[in-house]
């Protein structure tokens, strides 16, 4: 068994991992995750070829995330035998102004990166947490931090900017912009695929639960549409997208919502779920006959089109578009939806291609812009950076 890097995904109540092997092509080795860590929580692994190899229930007092990583490690040193983990890759959501590429962990990063929960309280503390107690535990296992919004500081000053007085600017409220490092996957992949595209003006649409678009001018991110936070931009499973937010203080004044009232609604009542009273879940709500479930669909696919509108602009053209993602990749109606709107732009979809399956371009000989489905790879991601940040 070969050498590994582990990456480690932590969200509020769960803990996602895969091992990779150290070598060219970072195979897969095994991944899965502990869900539900302060409830029911269990256990799941599953090695390259997707079977199941491991799976626990914790039936007395819930884990926590100490709890599911510590048997995590004890579960690859018993079922993965001779695998050596010599590295561990971290997947977090705030990388805040400064950091615009991965970075080894040590106790100042730590600290740095705690300085930056008040700008994503929702996620930063759970992706901290594996940090701090690898940090304790396995003083000599090298962590390396991978940040969200990475990749997207590479975008111009204007498009990074809110138009709002200096001084609340000047405390960090601006477009950070976030899904990096299936930006980054992306942008890495589509050299092979489509030159032309990858030297020119590509948007990616990352339609996941989490959905938002980026546009890629050479391969570097110029501009995005989740902005200080990931509730901003496209309709989401369950979050709003861009939202006057006079409503915010109509939901205030008139409705007597606090901020954490408020909360609710923008990232957990709104989206697909909020519109169609029905689901979060893309599939049911294609499945559904439903009038509000059809409403949601179409509202989800027009909020996509506007926002393509606005990245065209700023690109100043368009030479590709892809679709990534849970939604991105397999849900061929959305793509049409979305594609059709856009003929205007030269983009032709061909529908036999737009139903197949994998890592595919589905636009037609013709079509001025070319339309890929390209599955992303935040993981392997993750794991590359390890690698080369480290020279492994
Ligand atoms: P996350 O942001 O949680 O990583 P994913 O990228 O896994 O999310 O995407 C989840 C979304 O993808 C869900 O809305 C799910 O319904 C949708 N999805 C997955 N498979 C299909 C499919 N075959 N058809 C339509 N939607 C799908």
């Known amino acids: 068994m070969p050498d590994a890097i582990l990456v ?7 803990l996602k991992f895969t091992a ?21 929580a269990r256990f799941r692994a599953k090695n390259a070829a997707g079977e199941v190899v491991g799976e626990h229930a914790w039936s007395d007092d819930p884990p926590g995330h100490d709890g599911a990583l510590a048997f995590l490690f004890a579960w690859l040193r018993e079922h993965v ?7 561990v890759g971290h997947r977090v959501v705030h990388g805040g ?12 990063l730590i600290a740095a990166l705690e300085a930056l929960v008040p700008l994503a309280p929702l996620h930063q503390p759970h992706n901290l947490l594996p940090i701090r107690l690898l940090a304790e535990k396995r003083p000599d296992l090298p962590q390396v931090a991978c940040f969200d919004t990475a990749f997207h500081r590479t975008a111009p000053d204007l498009a990074q900017a809110f138009a709002l007085p200096a001084e609340i600017t000047a405390r960090g409220v601006r477009r950070y912009g976030f899904h990096g490092l299936s930006y980054e996957y992306i942008a890495r992949t589509l050299p092979q695929l489509d030159p032309r595209a990858a030297a020119g003006r590509t948007i990616v649409l990352h ?3 989490g959905a938002s678009a980026c546009a890629l001018l050479g391969g570097r991110s110029i501009a995005s549409t989740m902005g200080f936070t990931a509730v901003d931009g ?17 939901l205030m004044d008139e409705l007597g919502m606090d901020a954490r009232a408020i909360e609710d609604v923008l990232y957990r009542r709104s989206g697909l779920l909020g519109v169609s009273g029905l689901s979060s879940d893309m599939r049911v709500l294609l499945a559904s006959e439903d009038p509000a479930a059809r409403f949601a669909v179409e509202l989800f696919c027009y909020r996509i089109v506007r926002e393509v509108g606005s990245l065209v602009a700023a690109l100043e053209g368009l030479d590709a578009l892809v679709f ?4 991105g990749e397999n849900a061929a109606p959305i793509r049409a939806k979305v594609c059709a709107p856009l003929a205007w732009l030269g983009v032709a979809l061909d529908e036999a291609a737009n139903e197949g399956r994998g890592l595919r371009r589905i636009s037609t000989e013709a079509s001025r812009v070319a339309v890929w489905v390209v599955p ?7 794991a590359r950076h390890v690698r080369e940040l480290l020279s492994l």
């Open 207 to 209: 339609l996941g639960n």
């Open 324 to 327: 990534t993602a849970g939604i």
């Open 376 to 382: 992303t790879d935040e993981e392997r991601m993750i």
């Open 97 to 108: 102004a400064t950091y615009a590429a991965p970075v080894r962990i040590d106790a100042d």
């Open 81 to 87: 035998p001779g695998m050596t983990v010599r590295a």
């Open 234 to 250: 496209l309709m989401m499973g369950t979050r709003t997208g861009a939202l006057d937010p006079g409503v915010v203080l109509y």
């Open 8 to 14: 480690l995904n932590a969200g509020s109540s769960s």
């Open 20 to 40: 990779f092997a150290l070598g060219e092509d970072l195979s897969p080795i095994v991944s899965g995750l502990a869900e539900e860590l302060s409830g029911t």
